[in-house]
């Protein structure tokens, strides 16, 4: 007689619980999901999570030498306000300053 969906997916859990096995979810952003996607293109995988886990084994036997300059973040953009609007933005505040001062 054939195991029920019920069956299987017991022995499956079973089976996961046995060896240790933990689930790791993953959000991205749409252009994270667009890497991952060329990437498994380029090397013909067709699974996330074996990607995914190979990435990390393969990234890992690099040592932290190795592994350590690829995992620093990307480098964030700074903005510097220029000095004319500097200088507008303080007029605002100061004029807006006296108009509260004089309503009161």
């Known amino acids: 007689m054939a ?3 019920a069956d299987r997916s017991a022995k499956a859990a079973a089976k996961r ?8 979810r993953l959000h991205c952003l749409p252009g994270t ?3 991952l996607a060329e ?3 380029w090397s ?4 996330q999570g074996e990607a995914i886990t190979l990435m990390i084994h393969h990234l890992h036997s690099l040592g932290p030498g ?16 220029p000095e004319n609007v500097s200088r ?3 007029l605002a ?3 807006e300053a006296l108009r509260i001062v004089h309503y009161e």
Do not use: C, F, V, W
């Open 33 to 35: 999901r667009q890497a």
């Open 66 to 81: 190795g592994a350590l300059p690829l995992l620093e973040p990307p480098p964030r953009h700074e903005y510097a306000i």
């Open 17 to 24: 619980k046995e060896r240790g096995e933990e689930e790791i």
């Open 44 to 47: 013909g995988i067709e699974e």
């Open 88 to 90: 507008k933005l303080k």
């Open 39 to 41: 990437l498994m293109t």
């Open 93 to 95: 505040h100061d004029r």
């Open 3 to 5: 195991k029920s969906n």
